[in-house]
């Protein structure tokens, strides 16, 4: 169960399982650059925009990681600067992981509509 391992035309469709295991592992791989993206935005916001605990870091970078917007104001120049490119990074970072989580699906649908059948040989 390879990341991005994808079928060739001559190749017959995947069973069921091995698409399962092909859309979980993309699915893993989503979920782990999620949890880094998700422990640089705590530390940005930690450390950066200051006066914040570790909680409330948390929500923050969430929030914006989530699509929704930060909790709680920032005051200082750095901590804008932090969070205005840590908002843009979650926004790319969120339509790359879809890619990625939805490749396995697309490429099934392509793959199926392109596989000789048997009654054509």
Known sequence: MALFNFDYKERP?????EFAGRLLGN??????IIAIA???GM?????????MTWIDAFLNAAMIL??????????????????????LFSGLLFV?????????VLHRVLHALHV?????S
């Open 43 to 51: 530390a940005g916001y930690y450390y950066l925009v200051g006066g």
């Open 96 to 104: 790359a992981l879809a890619g990625v989580v939805l490749a396995p």
């Open 27 to 32: 699915l893993m791989f989503a979920l782990v």
């Open 13 to 17: 469709l995947a069973s069921p399982i």
């Open 66 to 87: 989530g699509g929704m917007g930060p909790v709680d104001p920032v005051t200082t120049d750095t901590g804008k600067l932090f969070a205005g490119g840590y908002a």
């Open 38 to 40: 998700l422990a640089g």
């Open 116 to 120: 000789d059948d048997d009654e054509k």
